[in-house]
Structures are given as C-alpha cells and as structure tokens.
C-alpha cells in the first residue's frame, strides 16, 4: 500500500507544478502581451502628436504669415530688432516651404537673411 500511495502522492505533486507552471507561463505571455500593446499605443500616440506638431507648423507658416515676417524683418524701422533666432529660423522654413513671395524672397536674399 505504501508504494501506490506514494505514487499518488508523486503524480500529485506533478500536477501541481505543471498547474502552476501553465499559469505562470500563461501570465508571462498575458504581460507580454499587455506590454506590446502599451508600446504600440505609445507609438501611435507619439506619431499623432507629430503629425500635429508639423500640421500647427505648416499652418502657422502659412503664405500671408511668412510675407508679414519677411516684411517685419526687412523693415528700416523695426528690422533689427526683429530679426531674433526664432524668427530666423521660422524665415528659413518659409523660404523650404516656398511660402514667399518673390519679392520679398528677392529681398531676404539680398540681405543674407535666406
């Protein structure tokens, strides 16, 4: 009687690990899972936020935008005050995104400013 006891008992203590080893790989695969849908997310998220930061930018460098900032910065009166790095730069994307007109892209490039 000993021996098929201690069989019984053997057998169930395998069944046991084996539960518990199918309900941790279970949960390993379920965090994984959770885990690439969060990244994905977090891609998506991250690639909207992008799309919008350059359509505020496109919009914000609009034709009639870019004109007024040329005309400001090539103005004798307020020009050099003006003419701060980030209105540099944003020029700079006007003249990329050929927002300007020819005049004043004729002028911006005759004072370096392009």
């Excluded at 539960?19 to 695969?29: C, V």
Aim: proline letters at 1%; charged letters at 25%.
């Amino acid at each position: 009687m000993d021996g098929w006891l201690k069989g019984l008992v053997a057998a169930a203590c395998i069944v046991v690990i084996a539960g518990g080893a199918y309900y941790a790989l279970n949960e390993y695969e379920r965090a994984q899972t959770r885990a690439a849908i969060q990244r994905a997310e977090a891609s998506r998220a991250a690639e909207a936020a992008t799309a919008a930061a350059e359509q505020a930018q496109q919009e914000l460098l609009s034709t009639d935008y870019c004109n007024a900032l040329a005309t400001s910065a090539l103005s004798k009166v307020t020009g050099k005050e003006f003419r701060t790095p980030d209105r540099l730069a944003a020029l700079k994307e006007c003249g990329k995104l050929n927002h300007l007109g020819y005049v004043e892209r004729r002028d911006l490039e005759a004072e370096s400013l392009l």
